[in-house]
Structures are given as structure tokens and as C-alpha cells.
């Protein structure tokens, strides 16, 4: 490659975890094709991840991300990648870590750290609706819902996520609607004055650790439900806690987000 080897860096937000590659100025196009990312994130041999992030110049934010799935598909927005985007901006000194927003294929995202913890205004949610007359509900399921926050979420109270078989009913249910892309499939249980979550993620087509968006869809039904108020802890796979607030105004719900956006390390990448 006629570009030096880019440097980059691994983030996780509760888990859900990420390479970071820096494209503010110049990065060689062979670390941007799909194959680069799907060998990026191979958790055998390559840096191992869930997504890949490019960090952007921006006109219109303090910043722009650009998120690929590990199979190399483009995401309109990830949550935690979001929180970890806002950590690592304020690290490079990209973006003042009081306030900064970041351009999103979703929209703008405001964004800040407090108390050294990321924290995002997501895009007002609209797009809210049961869907139990389209699938069938298996035992211990109580309610399904579907929520729109920046990517389609299918969100399932249930009895106890640990009784759940994820990769088979989460695969099932990823197409339930009938979108191109499929949506992100979520089940949620009380635990420890709290709910737990678990996610089947499109793209990653198996369960995360954590899911952002996922958290604030989550969150938003349950308020829906009448079984959760603002602020909504809820509990990764990973076993971090992220919270979620989300108000109504009018047909629209405005979520907010606040979880791990931790650097775990940095390197130089070699061949793609």
C-alpha cells in the first residue's frame, strides 16, 4: 500500500466493542472495503471487534462516524459505538468533551462526557408499535415491541432472559418484519431493581454483549408498557449498566444515553 500503516484504536461501550481508524485527514482505501473490515474484526485473526468506526472531518457536526458491522454492512447509527465515538473524540482532542456533536448517517448526535462517562442525545424516536399480531409468541414471552432508533429493534419482555435460546429465537425473529435489513432483536427481565438485556444483532448475526440503541429502545417501550420510569438501568450481557431517559413530546419520544466508552488499547495496523 502506497500510505503508511494507520494507527488505530480498540473501544468497548459495556462490551459492545470496536476499532476505531482515524480518517480525519488521509487513510489508504484498503482499510475501507468491506473485506477490511470483516478481516478487522475477526476475533481469530484479526484486531477482533464488532464494528469498525472511521472517524470524519465533518461540515455540519464537531465530527462524523461512519459504522460497518463485522460482516461489512453499513449501520445508519450504533449506540455505544456513539458513546465510544464521544470518548475517543474527546481523547484526540477532536471535540470539546463538555459538548460536541457528531454526524451520524441517522442525524446529528449531541454528545458530552460527565464524570468522565459519555453521554448522547439521541434523534427523537417516532416510529413505535406492537407487533404480536405478526408472530406468534413463545412461552415465557410476554409482550413484543418494535422501535426505530436510528436502526430497527424488535424489543420482548419476557419471564427470564437467562431461559432464552438467543441465537435460535433471536434468529427467527430478525426478520419478523420483513425489512431489507432485518431488524436487532432484544429481550429484556426485571433484575436488581433493574432489567437485564440480551441482543441478537444484525450483522453480527449472534448475541453482543451490549447494544445502545438497542438499551434505548428497550427503555422507551418499557415506559410504554407502564413498567419503567426515567432514568432505566439496564444491565448488559457484559454486566455493565447503562442508563436511559427518554420524555415525550407529543408523538415523539427524546432519548438519552449514558454508558462505557472505554479505550482499551491502541496499535498500527499492518495488512488488511
Given at each position: 500500500?502506497?500510505?503508511?500503516?494507520?494507527?488505530?484504536?480498540?473501544?468497548?461501550?459495556?462490551?459492545?466493542?470496536?476499532?476505531?481508524?482515524?480518517?480525519?485527514?488521509?487513510?489508504?482505501?484498503?482499510?475501507?472495503?468491506?473485506?477490511?473490515?470483516?478481516?478487522?474484526?475477526?476475533?481469530?485473526?484479526?484486531v477482533g471487534a464488532d464494528g469498525v468506526v472511521y472517524l470524519e472531518p465533518s461540515s455540519a457536526a464537531s465530527i462524523r462516524?461512519?459504522?460497518?458491522?463485522?460482516?461489512?454492512?453499513?449501520?445508519?447509527?450504533?449506540g455505544n459505538a456513539t458513546l465510544c465515538t464521544t470518548r475517543l473524540a474527546a481523547h484526540l482532542r477532536a471535540a470539546d468533551?463538555?459538548?460536541?456533536?457528531?454526524?451520524?448517517?441517522?442525524?446529528?448526535?449531541?454528545?458530552?462526557?460527565?464524570?468522565?462517562?459519555?453521554?448522547?442525545?439521541?434523534?427523537?424516536?417516532?416510529?413505535?408499535?406492537?407487533?404480536?399480531?405478526?408472530?406468534?409468541?413463545?412461552?415465557?414471552?410476554?409482550?413484543?415491541?418494535?422501535?426505530?432508533?436510528?436502526?430497527?429493534?424488535?424489543?420482548?419482555r419476557v419471564e427470564d432472559v437467562e431461559t432464552v435460546d438467543i441465537a435460535s429465537r433471536g434468529r427467527t425473529l430478525r426478520?419478523?418484519?420483513?425489512?431489507?435489513?432485518?431488524?436487532?432483536?432484544?429481550?429484556?427481565?426485571?433484575?436488581?431493581?433493574?432489567?437485564?438485556?440480551?441482543?441478537?444483532?444484525?450483522?453480527?448475526?449472534?448475541?453482543?454483549?451490549?447494544?445502545?440503541?438497542?438499551?434505548?429502545?428497550?427503555?422507551?417501550?418499557?415506559?410504554?408498557?407502564?413498567?419503567?420510569?426515567?432514568?432505566?438501568?439496564?444491565?448488559?450481557?457484559?454486566?455493565?449498566?447503562?442508563?436511559?431517559?427518554?420524555?415525550?413530546?407529543?408523538?415523539?419520544?427524546?432519548?438519552?444515553?449514558?454508558?462505557?466508552?472505554?479505550?482499551?488499547?491502541?496499535?498500527?495496523?499492518?495488512?488488511?
Amino acid at each position: 500500500m502506497s500510505q503508511p500503516a494507520p494507527r488505530f484504536w480498540k473501544l468497548t461501550g459495556s462490551g459492545n466493542d470496536f476499532v476505531f481508524l482515524d480518517a480525519r485527514t488521509t487513510l489508504d482505501p484498503a482499510w475501507r472495503t468491506p473485506d477490511a473490515v470483516r478481516h478487522l474484526t475477526a476475533r481469530g485473526t484479526g484486531v477482533g471487534a464488532d464494528g469498525v468506526v472511521y472517524l470524519e472531518p465533518s461540515s455540519a457536526a464537531s465530527i462524523r462516524m461512519r459504522y460497518f458491522n463485522a460482516d461489512g454492512s453499513p449501520a445508519e447509527l450504533c449506540g455505544n459505538a456513539t458513546l465510544c465515538t464521544t470518548r475517543l473524540a474527546a481523547h484526540l482532542r477532536a471535540a470539546d468533551p463538555a459538548g460536541m456533536t457528531i454526524e451520524t448517517d441517522a442525524g446529528i448526535v449531541r454528545a458530552r462526557l460527565v464524570d468522565g462517562e459519555p453521554e448522547i442525545d439521541l434523534e427523537p424516536v417516532t416510529l413505535l408499535r406492537s407487533v404480536e399480531p405478526l408472530t406468534s409468541r413463545e412461552p415465557g414471552e410476554r409482550r413484543i415491541g418494535y422501535a426505530v432508533v436510528g436502526v430497527p429493534h424488535l424489543v420482548i419482555r419476557v419471564e427470564d432472559v437467562e431461559t432464552v435460546d438467543i441465537a435460535s429465537r433471536g434468529r427467527t425473529l430478525r426478520h419478523t418484519l420483513g425489512l431489507s435489513g432485518g431488524a436487532n432483536v432484544n429481550f429484556v427481565s426485571p433484575v436488581d431493581g433493574g432489567w437485564a438485556m440480551r441482543t441478537f444483532e444484525r450483522g453480527v448475526e449472534g448475541e453482543t454483549l451490549a447494544c445502545g440503541t438497542g438499551s434505548v429502545a428497550v427503555g422507551i417501550l418499557l415506559q410504554v408498557w407502564g413498567e419503567a420510569s426515567p432514568p432505566t438501568r439496564i444491565r448488559t450481557r457484559s454486566g455493565r449498566w447503562v442508563t436511559v431517559s427518554a420524555t415525550r413530546q407529543g408523538d415523539s419520544w427524546l432519548p438519552r444515553l449514558r454508558g462505557e466508552g472505554r479505550i482499551v488499547f491502541e496499535g498500527q495496523l499492518i495488512e488488511p
